[in-house]
């Protein structure tokens, strides 16, 4: 019977050379050396993010060199978890010698070479510096608007912005009801930084827009260094407080897609989505903690006039009774629809 040292080297030879046997042995050990120097190297990070998460820093972004290094050291972790699962799935099972042995070996590899990147990333001179982070530009008014629904229903959205419970928020109404104009009433009535919140995000969604795309918008609003993916805002937002204003969305989006945490995921952090769309099933769909849901209802004939009234030449309309029942006519015909008036 062969000697199963013996046995071991036949069933590596065709993988590796002679000096590479040494790969094979004390993998967990060299798994437990790379996880320690992940401990450092985040420990290291967990200094600088605090620097960053000052009061005095809370208007300010790290510069592209500093978030391309937090971002480095993020995928760093997820690679050493990576490997630890391959270790535990692969290596400490039952199963043939040569591929239990040619696991080892890839694996203490992997390790090996992963825990001189970690290093690097651990010796770098990492200076915290910023870029000035301007307030966001206001949204532009698209329709004027008129009528107590549209007030009523600024007031309860901002009391649920405001309520700790209460992470997605979701408004729907047939189109032209006037959707978009209440989300951006809500976009310039907030004063963010009074209400606790570092980030607001208007995001102007469609019918065919892709996820990509949405990401890049988010990206861009976050001034994040392209091409910034859906790992690097989760990153940048994961201990940030926020608004998400998604407008005129057609389908459930998956937010951990889009890189954004859930709301109400984390009690440390203020998380808020609020989105537009045209269908209740949507916003069931969406749900979310503490979520609320709002339905835009058309203007009452009152309401409707007074803003047909301000849209077109109010003279010519009161100069001729005639006219004026030709000018309801077609109010009437607009369905209380704010966009039609």
């Not at 050990?29 to 600088?48: G, V, Y």
């Not at 209460?166 to 047939?174: E, H, K, R």
């Not at 709301?263 to 969406?286: H, L, Y």
């Amino acid at each position: 019977m062969q000697d199963p040292v013996s046995c071991l080297c036949s069933c590596i030879q065709s993988y590796v050379t002679r000096q590479d046997i040494s790969y094979v042995f004390r993998t967990k050990k060299k798994l437990n050396n790379l996880e320690n120097a992940m401990k450092d190297l985040k420990a290291k990070k967990k200094d600088i993010e605090k620097e960053l998460h000052d009061t005095q820093n809370k208007r300010k972004v790290p510069d592209n060199q500093l978030q391309r290094w937090l971002q480095k050291v993020g995928e760093k972790d997820d690679e050493v978890n990576q490997l630890w699962n391959e270790y535990n799935d692969g290596c400490c099972v039952q199963g043939p010698c040569c591929l239990n042995c040619f696991s080892r070996y890839r694996i203490s590899r992997s390790a090996i070479n992963l825990l001189d990147e970690i290093t690097q990333l651990k010796d770098e001179n990492v200076e915290v510096s910023f870029i000035e982070q301007q307030p966001p530009e206001p949204v532009t008014e698209s329709y004027i608007t008129v009528g107590e629904k549209i007030s009523s229903n600024l007031e309860v959205a901002c009391s649920y912005l405001a309520d700790e419970a209460v992470g997605m928020i979701g408004i729907w109404g047939m189109g032209g009801v006037g959707k978009t104009t209440l989300l951006k009433k809500i976009y310039q009535s907030l004063d963010y930084p009074d209400m606790g919140f570092d980030h607001l995000l208007f995001i102007e969604a469609s019918q065919n827009i892709q996820l990509e795309k949405l990401r890049e918008e988010i990206a861009k609003e976050l001034k994040l260094a392209p091409p910034a993916n859906k790992k690097d805002i989760e990153n940048f937002l994961k201990t940030k407080n926020f608004v998400l204003f998604l407008d005129n969305i057609w389908k459930d989006i998956d937010l951990g897609n889009l890189g954004i945490p859930h709301p109400n995921g984390d009690n440390t952090v203020k998380r808020k989505v609020i989105f537009t769309t045209r269908s209740e099933d949507v916003c069931a769909r969406m749900g979310g903690a503490g979520e609320k849901i709002i339905k835009v209802e058309c203007l009452e004939p009152r309401e409707a006039w007074a803003l047909f009234k301000i849209n077109v030449n109010l003279a010519v309309i009161e100069s001729n009774k005639e006219i004026k029942e030709i000018a309801w006519q077609v109010m009437e015909k607009c369905g209380g629809l704010p966009l039609v008036s």
